[in-house]
């Protein structure tokens, strides 16, 4: 495949899924995830972090790390590539799905999930934190008034609302994310280093169920072999080269 002939199949595709990782979000400024930390954090690597393991060691200091990002995230504000996509299912409208590894919420603050498809937040969001005793899900609170470790109306202790390494990925939204990719004419696989499961396998159950991977990355990754097109490109270039019409073509 090259890019006119991927352009035409996305085009005619009737059911699209989509996955992305850090690399959508690194237009608006949020460093991908083995990118090298800065300060304070570079002596500590996210898999450390990111763990219950390092959260029963150290509450605070897992809080702390996880206040920053939120403060970071909502700073920062959706890029042409988010907003592209949101696009794109506006044009497949029910037949669109968007799976994302990204805590960061900027597909949803694009406007992805509410143009006739549907957004799976795989890996949770940095904006929600979980009762331990209840497991009630609450919105933090805005990062000025936030104290550490947030508690729930309850009064009980709350933990960052996101999938740690080790722990089960939400059940209802993973199945709908394979079935989705198993029944897509194209999965596009955007930003991501694809070495984490089971995120990394949809790809290969769109293959399975007869369909065409397109990638976009600036760098090579494991899924490259099984893309019928890869794309050496940004997120927000990539897509604006697969989706937007260009005027010197014919
Ligand atoms: P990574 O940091 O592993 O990979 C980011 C990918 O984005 C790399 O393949 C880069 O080449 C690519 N990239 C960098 N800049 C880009 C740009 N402007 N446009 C497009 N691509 C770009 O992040 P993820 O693959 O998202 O999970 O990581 C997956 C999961 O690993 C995370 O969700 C997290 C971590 O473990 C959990 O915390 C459970």
Redo the contacts with the bound molecule.
Sequence with gaps: MDLRSARAALQIARRVAVLT????S??SGIP????AQSGHWARFR??DL?SPEAYAADPELVWAWYAGRYRDVLAAQPNP?HHLLVRLEQQKGAGFFLAT???DGLHARAGSGTRGGRLAEL?GNLALARDEVTGEVFPLPDPAQLSLPPLSPAGHRMRPN????GEYLPEEALRAAQQAFAQADIALI???????YP?AGLARDTLLGGGKVIE????P?DLTRLASFSLRE???R?LDLLLTEHLNEH
Aim: hydrophobic share 50%.
């Design positions: 990782g850090a690399g959508v690194a237009a991908t995830f083995r990118d996210p898999e990111a590539a590894q990204n805590v890996h996101v999938v740690w390494f955007i930003g991501t280093s694809a070495v984490v995120a976009i990355n600036p760098e990754t940004t997120a927000e990539g």
